[in-house]
């Protein structure tokens, strides 16, 4: 029997003991024994896995019967915490009582996801609260007691487990993050380190879980956080090429001046220096509000934002300088947070000769308004990818939705990499309905917004709630929160009232409840079932024009830029927004996407058209409200033949 054949035999026994004693799903085994395939023949595989394939345990089988310490990489928590929480417990009990024996798994998240001793051994140091500034609001004490009490009584200081978010600030009081931290064998508190402990269970684990952000992070320092690994899967491929340009980028604000003071106030003997750094800070803020949304060019970093780079650098080369002179020999809570400064200050240099330097495969930018922050990622990462992935270990890219030049664009070559589209189970023609209504006026247009209103109130009537209204825009979910929400009889959940799984929650148990988000919920939520209907995408989803990472990608592509860069962006998030509705076999419903450009566009419409989910396709507004009623009075769609 090949590797093949016993992986997908072995998926079959996990599958009969999902609930109902699941159900046989052709693309699943298909992708199972295409994963162990490219595993056994170490070649890169894309695998194409639409909704309702059950794409984690496929890989999963794959990754653990072929006995490869495997790195699994996802872009959103939900699906972390679907691995987590439900698909490795439930795959570990189950191969061991197929007589596959044992395996071992583990979660592993960035630093400053884990509380740090070391910090908060400082808060006992003289009452110093790590140095803080004692007019600072913003952190609380009493929350920062309830944390040091949690952490002598946790076994992982992991911050998911608090029973209360505290505020970004406290967090940041008794955290580290990778910039800060100086390594367990230069902090005293490195036997007993959390985030440590951690990677250390995850260095022994034959499945590693983590976030695609750390994952990229661990390719960029040389596999030093996770080790030596033979496969990775990267779940939710689609989100990979900017992920990675952003963690090889950086950010420069306002607080990585304010921390540094805070860290060495009480440890230097100069008084000014951390009044000088938080007053350069400032400065750097001044400068930068007036470029808010811009990419800088050599124009900018030559006026006054240049020389405050300058002046910047020369404060952080300051407190290096003081930090030097710190007896060896001082405490172990003074040796602790000249580390960590130290370490912070070479970064602060660091990135801000980047930014005084821009290389061509560079962009800097300022995103914000009142705080304000200088940005740097690299334009293309197929370099970096090449040398650090594609040549080291066998990579498995999926998701469900994969951009037709995402290959070319990560640089994996084609005779090194399989392409495999494993489709989905559903059967799309007859589960809904894709909507577009093309007397609707152009987007552009200032009738627009009234017309958009008048269609999404229809919508839900006849839906009786059960709709998840995806907006572009948080000003455009604002705009028709407005108008809706004294003109439907039901309630109208808004994303920013309430956490993201509250509303999921809240959403999902009330049938008649109307949902408004923006783009955080056009993926990772899942709500199968009667909760949802109507899919309702306001507008198409082209990046912003003045994006500065994507126009200095467009810049490299030059004239056919919209083609390779904005459309498929554009197809990709389309598909990712119109996949909420059909989760399981039996959902039916619509997707409304009331932008007539997706029916009239004729350079490309059947390209964002053909990354749907091929539900049956109407402009009829009649024969879609009559189909969401039925839905609605019948508890089962009408037929659509």
Sequence with gaps: MSAGDRVVETLAGVTEALPGGGEKRDGQAEMARAVADA????????????????????????????????????ATKALQDQLANKDLPFLAEQLADLGHGEFDWAVLKGRSNYVCRQRLA?????????????????????????????????RTGDRAELWFEPSGRTWSAVSVGPTECPGAQKCPMGSTCFAEMAREVALQADVTVVNTHLYALDLLTDNAILGEHEV?????????????ASAAGFELTIGRFRNLANTIRSIIADDD???????????LGDDLEPHGGNRLGQAELGADLGRTLDRARDRANRAMEALRKIPKDSSAEVIGRKERAMRAATHVVMDIDVVLDLSDGTVAWVEGG??????????????LLREKLWDTRTAILTSAT????????????????????VGSPFD????????????????????????????????????????MCLFTSWRSMNLARDHLIDRLPMDVLVQGEAPKPALVEAFTSDEESVLLATMSFWQGVDIPGRSLSCVIIDRLPFPRPDDPLLDARRNRVGRNAFGEIDVPRAAMLLAQGAGRLVRRGDDTGVVAVLDKRLATAKSYRWELINALPPLR?????????????????????????
């Design 370 to 383: 009142a705080n304000p922050s200088l940005k740097a990622a690299s334009i293309d990462v197929d370099g």
């Design 122 to 154: 400082e808060l006992d140091d003289a009452g110093q609260q790590l140095g803080l500034e004692v007019d600072d609001d913003s952190v609380d004490d009493d929350a920062l007691a309830d944390i040091r009490s949690w952490a002598e009584r946790s």
């Design 273 to 283: 220096l951390p009044t000088d750094l938080i007053d350069i800070g400032i400065a």
């Design 232 to 244: 990775v899967v990267i779940d939710e491929a689609h989100q990979l090429e900017d992920i990675v």
């Design 402 to 421: 994969i951009p037709p030049k995402m290959a070319d664009r990560l640089g994996l070559e084609a005779g090194e990499h399989t392409h495999l589209d």
């Design 39 to 74: 595993i056994e023949t170490e070649q890169h595989l894309i695998v194409e896995a639409g909704t309702g394939t059950g794409k984690s345990l496929a890989y999963l089988v794959a990754a653990v019967r072929m006995k490869r310490r495997t790195v699994i990489a996802t």
């Design 428 to 467: 799309f023609e007859t589960a809904g309905i894709l909507y577009c209504p093309i007397t609707m006026p152009d987007p552009r247009d200032e009738s627009y917004r009234d017309a958009l209103h008048n269609e999404i109130e229809a919508l839900v009537m006849a839906a009786g709630g059960r709709t």
């Design 617 to 641: 396709r109407s402009k009829d507004r009649d024969e879609v409200l009559a189909f969401l009623k039925a839905i609605r009075d019948e508890g089962t769609g009408s037929s659509l033949t």
